[in-house]
Each structure stands twice: as C-alpha cells, then as structure tokens.
Nanobody, 121 residues
Framework: QVQLVESGGGLVQPGGSLRLSCAAS????????MSWYRQAPGKERELVAG????????SYADSVKGRVTISRDNAKNTVYLQMNSLKPEDTAVYYC??????????????WGQGTQVTVSS
C-alpha cells in the first residue's frame, strides 16, 4: 500500500528550527515530484515547497522563502523540509504530497497524514 508518513513536527520557539521528514513506501518514489503543504487553523491548505523527482529544482512559497529548504534522498525514499527562523505564523499541520502525471488524463496523487508544527513562546 502507498504510504507517506510525516515526522519531526512539534513545539518550537520563535526563531527556532525544525526538520520535517516524510518517509514514502509502496510506490516509485524516485519518479514522483514531492511537495510540502500546510494548513493553519481557519485557513486553507497552501503549498509550502516543491521539488522535482530528481531533486534538481525546488520552489517555495513567498511566505517561507529564505527560511525553508526542501530536499530529497531517493535512495531512502524520503523528502525533508528544513525550517529555520520559525515564526508563529508557521504554525500549521504540515502534509507531505507525492504527485505524478505520466500522461494526459492520468494522475497519481498521494498524501500523508500530517504532522503538527507549533511555533510559540
């Protein structure tokens, strides 16, 4: 079965750092683009960062640019989100996503269960 399992969330003080991990199994991880989304209380889910299947390109939301780095290790079937200089507004449930569109009208889209990140003093 396809599984995406996030870990690394928790409580951190403003200005602190956290590294989220997403362990994937049950599918061809190395040919999927990976991304991190987050959803804060009362807000819609937003894309935080994305990375191509080979890890050659990454993109970030303006709200986290400069503070966040997405990376992947295809040998370990794992994608990471390194977050630095955390702010209270980063508080959210963070979700791992895997996506592949091999052809027209065909799409594979998988989600993890989410991990809570709370930034508070």
């Amino acid at each position: 079965q396809v599984q995406l399992v996030e870990s690394g969330g928790g409580l951190v003080q403003p200005g602190g750092s956290l590294r989220l991990s997403c362990a994937a199994s049950g599918f061809a991880f190395s040919i999927y683009a990976m991304s991190w989304y987050r959803q804060a209380p009362g807000k819609e889910r937003e894309l935080v960062a994305g990375i191509t299947s080979g890890g050659g390109r990454a993109s970030y939301a303006d709200s986290v640019k400069g503070r966040v780095t997405i990376s992947r290790d295809n040998a370990k079937n794992t994608v990471y989100l390194q977050m630095n200089s955390l702010k209270p507004e980063d508080t959210a449930v963070y979700y791992c996503n895997a996506k592949r569109t091999p052809g027209w009208g065909v799409e594979y889209d998988y989600w993890g269960q989410g991990t809570q990140v709370t930034v508070s003093s």
